[in-house]
């Protein structure tokens, strides 16, 4: 037989063998439509629309006039006017805004005499949001009757708050423990409830008295304490290696870990009730696995996505957790001041945790 008819003989084959596995043909789709829709989309390193809160203390027309300049660039969207630079610090700790404007009193007299004019707050987690900032600090201020400073001076002053060394290490570290615990918590989950149907065990588990919520959860509780353990890991590290601080209370960086693990293993077992092959699994799991790098803020900043995507990464266990992560460890927020995210780990994992069991009985049967 010619070589090339025993070669095409087997390449034909390996094609057939493709077009019958329906998860890996999509997978051979949806994974390159997903990461240009990602890249080409979604990424933007040049955030816009960053949540901010105001407190005028001039209350002048020059200091309006101030406030709509700093509006028209675009970096930020007032979302709140306060009255004290003591309630833009309590609003940035709870991370309810990335800004803080505070305009003095005697705002037009500081310009004339060229001393800083205005006070930029930022919230030093997220090294980006600190280079946005920088572009309101270039913007010149004009006193009454269009006077400007007799001096040369920094008119707008940038204050980072909780990083000042604006250290990369500070903001990666916690959102590492996030990376890792979805990696591998889903990841392993999908895996163990495949490899149990592969070796023919599946049926024996079914046979005994569990029900099938207790055998599901069984099965995925040993990786919540190998979950917890790859947090300390990272902790401690992180401290050792980076100095990377914990303003807040240690408990609740490990509460918020145990939500992000419950999330990442009920997303697991809703992958395992789909794949029949570890194979399958592994490649949803990493397509899963991609907009949590990607979309939640990890790598790319969040206020630099179009609206579209950043209604989809807020259904992102990984955003949720970046949230109650990064407020605990770097700005010593309580973790139920930062309860809407909470809410949201919550409602995900019980979700996906119905789908998971329902679909699980459904192939049962």
């Known amino acids: 037989m010619n070589p090339l008819r025993r070669l095409w003989a087997v390449v034909v084959k390996e094609l057939r063998q493709i077009r019958r596995d329906r998860i890996s043909l999509v997978m051979i789709v949806l994974i390159p439509v997903v990461d240009l829709l990602l890249f080409g989309y979604a990424i933007n390193y040049n955030p816009r629309g960053l949540d901010a809160a105001i407190a005028d203390q001039a209350v002048t027309a020059t200091s309006r006039a101030a406030v709509m300049d700093i509006q028209a660039t675009g970096v930020v969207d007032t979302v709140a006017v306060v009255d004290s630079p003591q309630q833009l610090v309590e609003m940035l700790r709870r991370g309810e805004i990335s800004v803080g404007i505070t305009i003095p009193p005697d705002f037009e007299r500081r310009i004339v005499d060229g001393r800083p004019a205005m006070q930029v707050m930022v919230d030093g987690t997220?090294?980006?949001?600190?280079?946005?900032?920088?572009?309101?600090?270039?913007?010149?201020?004009?006193?009454?009757?269009?006077?400007?400073?007799?001096?040369?001076?920094?008119?707008?002053?940038?204050?980072?708050?909780?990083?000042?060394?604006?250290?990369?290490?500070?903001?990666?570290?916690?959102?590492?423990?996030?990376?890792?615990?979805?990696?591998?918590?889903?990841?392993?989950?999908?895996?163990?409830?495949?490899?149990?149907?592969?070796?023919?065990?599946?049926?024996?588990?079914?046979?005994?008295?569990?029900?099938?919520?207790?055998?599901?959860?069984?099965?995925?509780?040993?990786?919540?304490?190998?979950?917890?353990?790859?947090?300390?890991?990272?902790?401690?590290?992180?401290?050792?290696?980076?100095?990377?601080?914990?303003?807040?209370?240690?408990?609740?960086?490990?509460?918020?870990?145990?939500?992000?693990?419950?999330?990442?293993?009920?997303?697991?077992?809703?992958?395992?009730?789909?794949?029949?092959?570890?194979?399958?699994?592994?490649?949803?799991?990493?397509?899963?696995?991609?907009?949590?790098?990607?979309?939640?803020?990890?790598?790319?900043p969040f206020a630099g996505m179009p609206d579209v995507v950043q209604w989809g990464a807020e259904a992102l266990p990984m955003t949720q957790f970046l949230r109650l992560v990064r407020g605990v460890m770097l700005r010593g927020a309580s973790i139920w001041e930062l309860w809407p995210s909470i809410l949201a780990l919550c409602a995900f994992t019980a979700v996906t945790m119905a789908l998971a069991i329902a679909r699980f009985r459904k192939r049962l049967d």
Request: aromatic share 8%.
């Open 126 to 300: 997220d090294t980006v949001v600190q280079a946005a900032a920088n572009q309101i600090a270039q913007l010149p201020l004009e006193g009454p009757d269009g006077r400007r400073a007799a001096r040369a001076a920094p008119q707008i002053e940038v204050v980072s708050f909780y990083n000042p060394e604006r250290r990369s290490a500070v903001s990666i570290v916690p959102g590492l423990i996030g990376i890792i615990l979805t990696m591998t918590m889903t990841m392993f989950t999908a895996m163990a409830i495949v490899r149990e149907r592969e070796r023919g065990n599946m049926e024996l588990l079914i046979a005994t008295p569990l029900a099938r919520g207790e055998l599901m959860v069984g099965k995925v509780l040993p990786y919540a304490a190998i979950g917890l353990i790859q947090t300390t890991l990272i902790l401690v590290l992180g401290f050792w290696f980076f100095d990377v601080p914990l303003r807040g209370s240690l408990l609740d960086v490990y509460l918020a870990s145990l939500l992000l693990i419950f999330a990442n293993l009920a997303m697991g077992l809703l992958i395992s009730t789909h794949a029949r092959t570890q194979f399958q699994a592994i490649q949803v799991a990493m397509l899963v696995f991609l907009p949590s790098i990607l979309i939640s803020g990890f790598m790319f």
